[in-house]
């Protein structure tokens, strides 16, 4: 009889089949609807009792509407008997609201990991925390945060010939430089002044030779592209020979996408953190690495 059963939440049909595949475990997805009001109505597809489920739940697209549909979740799963909850969020939101910025402003950050702190534990793809070490400081149970590196970098090794790796920001070293020891490439980080979401600078060092050279930038999150478009631009202008963006979660929200293509990038390639027309590099082996 099967022990572990993976359900998928509403952004994550393909890639919980696919960790269940590889688990062999028995595999489902939440059944959902809205109720004529707009409230959502959610219903767990089979009996989890005395099983343990690992919940995979990509936050975005619907950030707040995949919020309540994890907690959802995970409280029914523990009220009908589960004998543990994992939940899993290849894309976990709300992050990036990780102090006060201006008086007064909401904390989201902790206030979303106090919410979802209603499973038993925590498995987080490359989660963008910049202000703290780790996830235990802001979630109340175990909480893993495992990396995308292997797969980014295993792309760049197949698919570009003697790569030029440039990190956008200080923070993207996680990414850029980790990536570029890895596979043994030349790699520099920038600096990036952001003034509003969607208004960013970027400074090039004069030194860096992109003349002719495979410009490979990498950053953990494409959102409003604004941080791609500079680095895009300024590589373009420097008769980079191709230039391609990589990153972990594909966002791409006001035709980001589009907009970055025009600004002069080659390719844009994203992980299947969140499913979309860039999401080629598949996490399913690395999510389930972490939970064997
Ligand atoms: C910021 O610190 C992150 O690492 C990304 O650079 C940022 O979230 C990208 O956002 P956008 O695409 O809106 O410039």
Known sequence: MTKTIVLGGSNSHSLARKIANKLKAKYGVL??????????????????KGKKVILIESMHPNPDRILIETIFASRTCKELGAKEVVLVAPYLAYLRQDKRFH??????????????TCADKMVVVDPHIQRIKN???????????ISANSVLG?????????????????????WAEKIAEKIKVESTVLRKKR??????????????????RNVVIIDDIISSGHTMIEVVKQAKKKKAKSITCLAVHGIFSERAYSK???????????????????????VSGVITKSLT
């Open 31 to 48: 059944i959902t609807d809205r109720f004529p009001d707009g409230e959502l109505y959610l219903r767990l597809p089979f009996s989890v």
């Open 103 to 116: 008086p007064r402003e909401c904390w989201s950050n902790r206030i979303m990991a106090a919410l979802v």
């Open 135 to 145: 996830l235990h400081e802001i979630f109340n149970m175990p909480a893993k945060k």
């Open 154 to 174: 295993d792309y760049i090794k197949k698919n570009v010939k003697n790569p030029l790796i440039l990190g956008p920001d200080w923070e993207s070293f996680q």
């Open 195 to 212: 003034y509003t979401s969607r208004s960013v600078r970027i400074k090039l060092k004069g030194d860096i030779a992109i003349k002719g």
């Open 260 to 282: 970055i293509k025009k600004a002069g990038a080659t390719k844009i390639i994203t992980t299947n953190t969140i499913e979309n027309k860039t999401s080629k590099l598949d």
